[in-house]
């Protein structure tokens, strides 16, 4: 329903160069990579229109042709450019005044969270969308104890998999915190994030598809599963 965040504003985070895109990107900039019908920033734009958000942004680096972005939002959202590049967070100082609390959400995050529900329980200072992912080392992992000879192995895996959990490049934070953290100088986001953390992080698990569609074999999944969704 249309406004039904009247506090909410929205930024979709598209500054950077793409390098590890390049081969995909025919010289566009990473916002502009081909994904189903449209771009990776058509995509965003269209998960996002259910919020009804009272405000919605898009955070460019003039660097990394901020202008071709401009031209193909075609007036669906409100252009932020950074002068310089200032980081993955940096340029959040350029936002509006008027929403109590800001969406981000990185130009290549594709996944099926629910958005809606993802804001409806964000709380405090900051709360970030975290996903389960197994990685395998590589290597043969083993246990030394110490022992009568000094220190011993005393068990091993092979090329174990082992569970973490990774950011997914979503957040929602408080107009305030953002106000304080982000002054114009140069900051990634786990600086800003990591700086709210004594403040209390809220971490919202999201067990669903997650995919960071930041190199072409990515870009390939992350059309796929759009085009399954379909």
């Given at each position: 329903?249309?406004?039904q965040?009247?506090?909410?504003g929205?930024?979709i985070?598209?500054?950077?160069?793409?390098l590890?895109?390049?081969?995909?990107?025919?010289?566009l900039?990473?916002a502009?990579?081909?994904?189903?019908?449209g771009?990776l920033?058509?995509?965003?734009?269209?998960q996002?229109?259910p919020?009804?958000?009272?405000?919605?942004?898009v955070?460019?680096?003039?660097?990394?042709?901020?202008a071709?972005i401009?031209?193909a939002?075609q007036?669906r959202a409100?252009?932020?450019?950074e002068a310089?590049?200032?980081?993955?967070?940096?340029?959040l100082?350029?936002?509006?005044e008027?929403?109590?609390?800001w969406?981000?959400?990185?130009?290549?995050?594709?996944?099926?969270?629910?958005?809606?529900d993802?804001?409806?329980?964000?709380?405090?200072p900051?709360?970030?969308?975290?996903?389960?992912?197994?990685?395998?080392i590589?290597e043969g992992v083993?246990?030394?104890?110490?022992g009568?000879?000094?220190?011993?192995l005393?068990?091993w895996q092979?090329?174990?998999?082992v569970a973490v959990?990774?950011?997914?490049?979503?957040?929602v934070?408080?107009?305030?915190a953002?106000?304080?953290?982000c002054?114009?100088?140069?900051?990634d986001?786990?600086?800003?994030?990591?700086?709210?953390?004594p403040a209390g992080?809220r971490?919202?698990?999201?067990?669903g598809?997650?995919i960071?569609?930041?190199?072409?074999?990515?870009?390939?999944a992350?059309a796929?599963?759009?085009?399954?969704?379909?």
């Open positions: 329903m249309p406004g965040n009247t506090d909410l929205v930024v985070i598209a500054g950077g160069a793409g590890r895109l390049r081969s995909a990107l025919d010289g900039p990473k502009l990579a081909p994904l189903g019908e771009t920033l058509d995509h965003q734009l269209q996002l229109a919020l009804g958000a009272a405000q919605t942004c955070l460019a680096c003039a660097r990394h042709q901020a071709a401009g031209e939002l007036g409100a252009l932020l450019t310089e590049p200032l980081g993955t967070a940096g340029g100082h350029l936002l509006p008027g929403p109590s609390r969406l981000t959400i990185n130009v290549d995050h594709v996944s099926d969270v629910n958005l809606v993802f804001v409806a329980q964000a709380q405090g900051c709360t970030a969308l975290v996903h389960q992912k197994r990685v395998t590589d083993v246990i030394v104890r110490d009568p000879l000094g220190p011993q005393a068990g092979e090329r174990p998999s959990e990774v950011t997914a490049g979503l957040y934070f408080s107009a305030a953002l106000r304080r953290a002054t114009g100088q140069r900051i986001m786990p600086a800003l994030v990591s700086a709210l953390m992080v971490a919202h698990r999201h067990s598809v997650f960071d569609a930041g190199t072409p074999e990515r870009l390939a992350a796929a599963f759009v085009a399954r969704a379909r």
